[in-house]
Each structure stands twice: as structure tokens, then as C-alpha cells.
């Protein structure tokens, strides 16, 4: 375990790891996503009440779930770095930060379509899309941190413990429909208990939830070897991966 824990540490092995990630990651994340929205978009049978609008659930559901547990990642890596000043985990984090933000403002978006339709607005004040936000502009802040700072070593640090205080801000958003009244439902698939949703909707929703996952995956591993290579840009190694890379 700490072998591989010490080689997270190492630029040139994070890198070439993580290249050999994506080379089979990738076409299974594009078809997955193809796979799962064909699926749901097409094949599947309007919901009773809400007619074919409830399609943008196989958008929606699977991009929220993945920016929770994006800022997870961006939160964990944060408290590395705080703890064992690890370089690579700043990468991470930094890397994390817009991928997370992306997906954050599709479901934010999504949530909106499909809320002008079913409440007949396209925003209301509801605990969890407001604390969805709020998750947002977390993201945000991280990313603004980074360039607002001169220091990265200071940055690093500032976006490390703006991360770790953010967290506090999920667990409101996964009980924010327990806890106070609101308009969102809530969960529709349980671990726990009977889902409340088809099994013929429930198996291409959980299809594009894993191709969320996948896709995540995939942007903050591209992510991270782009922040890698301008971090590293005057070290000997990236410098015999662009002569490498620059032959014929």
C-alpha cells in the first residue's frame, strides 16, 4: 500500500499511469454514455404523470450524483496535501475543481428544463437545488483561489482548506429534502428499502450514472497530465517526452 502510495508522489509515474488509464477508459466511458443515453432517451416508456419530460433524468440524476462525489475526490485530496505535503495531490485537487464545476452546472441546468415543465418555473429556492449552488460556487472558489494567488504553494493551501470546510455543504444536500420542506423529490433508486422507480427506467439510469463516473474519471485523469506537463515543463523527463513526441 505505501509503495503505491510513494509513486502517486512521482510526476513521471502519475503521468504514465495515468495515460494507460485513459487509452482503455476512454472507449468504454464514450460507449457506456452512448449506450446509456440511447437507451433511456429512446427506449424507454413515458412515466405516467410527467410524460416524456422525465428523460432528463438519465442527464440530470447521473451528473448531480458524479459532483458529490466529485468534490469528495477534490476534498480528499485537499486533506493529502495538507497532511503529507504531497505535490500530486494539489494536482489533483486543482484538476478536480472545474471538472466538478462542470458537472455541477449540468445538473443545475438540466434541473432547470426539466422544472419549467413539471412546477412551471425554471428556478425556485428549494433546499437542495439551492445548496447544489452553493456546491457551485465551491468549485468556483476553488478554481478562483488557484489564480488569485502568486504563491501556489499558498494557493495550494487556501484551496486545501476552503475544500475540507465545503464539505460540510453535502451532507445538507443529501438530506436537504429529509430535513426541510421542498419541492425536489428524493431519492428515487434506495439501497435500503424498495426503489421507487422502474426497473425498466432503473437499469440505463444506473448504466449513465457509471458512465458519468467513467467520464469524470477521464477529464480530471486529462486534467491531471496537462497540470503535470506545465508543472514539470523544465524538467528532463517532459523535456525528452516533447523531443519524443516531436519526431516524425
Given amino acids: 500500500m505505501w509503495p503505491i502510495f510513494h509513486k502517486l508522489g512521482s510526476p513521471p509515474w502519475l503521468y504514465a499511469i495515468a495515460g494507460s488509464i485513459l487509452r482503455w477508459l476512454l472507449p468504454i466511458t464514450l460507449l457506456a454514455l452512448v449506450t446509456g443515453a440511447v437507451w433511456g432517451l429512446l427506449f424507454t416508456q413515458p412515466e405516467r404523470i410527467q410524460g416524456n419530460s422525465y428523460r432528463i433524468i438519465y442527464i440530470h440524476v447521473p451528473a448531480a450524483v458524479v459532483a458529490l462525489a466529485g468534490y469528495y475526490v477534490m476534498a480528499l485530496a ?78 495550494s493551501k487556501a484551496c486545501a482548506v476552503l475544500s475540507l470546510v465545503g464539505m460540510v455543504n453535502i451532507p445538507i444536500i443529501y438530506k436537504s429534502v429529509d430535513w426541510w420542506y421542498a419541492l425536489h423529490q428524493g431519492a428515487t433508486i434506495k439501497f435500503t428499502g424498495e426503489s421507487s422507480i422502474d426497473s425498466s427506467m432503473m437499469y440505463p439510469l444506473l448504466l449513465m450514472i457509471g458512465a458519468f463516473y467513467a467520464l469524470f474519471t477521464c477529464c480530471l485523469l486529462l486534467n491531471m497530465r496537462v497540470e503535470i506537463l506545465q508543472r514539470e515543463s523544465r524538467t528532463q523527463w517532459v523535456k525528452k517526452l516533447a523531443t519524443k513526441a516531436g519526431r516524425p
Fill in 78 to 155: 485537499g486533506a493529502v496535501s495538507l497532511i503529507w505535503r504531497m505535490k500530486m495531490a494539489d494536482v489533483a485537487m486543482k484538476a478536480a475543481a472545474p471538472v466538478g464545476a462542470a458537472f455541477t452546472f449540468i445538473a443545475l441546468f438540466t434541473g432547470a428544463i426539466w422544472g419549467k415543465p413539471t412546477w412551471g418555473t425554471w428556478w425556485v429556492w428549494d433546499a437542495r437545488i439551492t445548496s447544489m449552488l452553493i456546491l457551485f460556487f465551491l468549485y468556483l472558489g476553488v478554481v478562483a483561489l488557484y489564480e488569485a494567488f502568486d504563491n501556489k504553494e499558498a494557493a
